[in-house]
C-alpha cells in the first residue's frame, strides 16, 4: 500500500502565478509575503512604498502588519505612520475611490479606512451577489488623530486637528478641532472655537 500525501501540493504553475501576483499587485500586506519582508527594513520600505502609492512621503512609514488595497489611489503625506492591523481599502474600479492622508496624520493600530460598501438592498438575493455601492473618498486633514481600532466609512473627510476616539465608527464628516468618539460617532467636544 502506497502512503498518500498529507497534503496537495501546488503544481509549478499555481506558485508561478502566486509569485507573479504578489509581485505585481496593487497591494500591501501579510497576505503578499513575496513583497511584505520589504517593509521591516527602511530603504526597502520606503523603495517599495514610493513605487506602489500614488504618493508616499519619505518621512512616513508603513510598517510590517498593516494592509493597503489599491495602493495606486492612497496618498500618504509627511510624517504619517501606518500601524499594524491597519487597513486602507481604496477601490480599483472607481476614480472616486481614493484615500489622501494628509501631512502629520496620527493614525492608531488597527484603523480601517473604507471607500466603499456592499449592496444589501434585495432581500432574495445573498449580499455576495449584489455587488457594491458607488465609492466615495475618504480624506484625512493635517494633524487629525484617528484613534486605534476606528473604522472610516465612504464619503468621510477628518477635519483638521480633528479626534477620533478610539474604537470609534465613523459615518460622516467630521469639522476641524473637534473631538468625535462613539458607534456611530457623535462630536464631544470642540477643541478650540
Not at 135 to 148: D, E, H, N, Q
Amino acid at each position: 500500500m502506497v502512503a498518500k500525501p498529507l497534503i496537495n501540493l501546488p503544481s509549478f504553475k499555481d506558485i508561478q502565478d502566486r509569485i507573479h501576483f504578489w509581485f505585481e499587485s496593487d497591494r500591501l500586506g501579510p497576505d503578499v509575503p513575496a513583497t511584505h519582508w520589504m517593509l521591516f527594513f527602511k530603504s526597502t520600505m520606503l523603495k517599495l512604498c514610493k513605487d506602489k502609492f500614488l504618493l508616499f512621503d519619505e518621512s512616513s512609514e508603513f510598517r510590517p502588519g498593516a494592509y493597503a488595497v489599491c495602493c495606486s489611489k492612497i496618498s500618504i503625506g509627511k510624517r504619517v505612520v501606518i500601524r499594524p492591523s491597519t487597513m486602507l481599502f481604496a477601490d480599483p474600479y472607481n476614480d472616486d475611490g481614493i484615500i489622501v492622508i494628509e501631512d502629520d496624520v496620527l493614525i492608531g493600530s488597527g484603523v480601517h479606512i473604507y471607500v466603499n460598501n456592499h449592496k444589501f438592498d434585495d432581500p432574495l438575493q445573498p449580499i455576495l451577489l449584489q455587488g457594491h455601492q458607488l465609492s466615495a473618498p475618504v480624506t484625512l486633514k493635517r494633524g487629525c488623530w484617528i484613534g486605534a481600532n476606528s473604522i472610516l466609512l465612504k464619503g468621510v473627510t477628518i477635519g483638521e486637528n480633528a479626534v477620533v476616539g478610539a474604537g470609534s465608527v465613523v459615518t460622516h464628516s467630521i469639522p476641524s478641532f473637534t473631538v468625535l468618539a462613539g458607534i456611530p460617532a457623535r462630536q464631544i467636544r470642540k477643541i478650540r472655537e
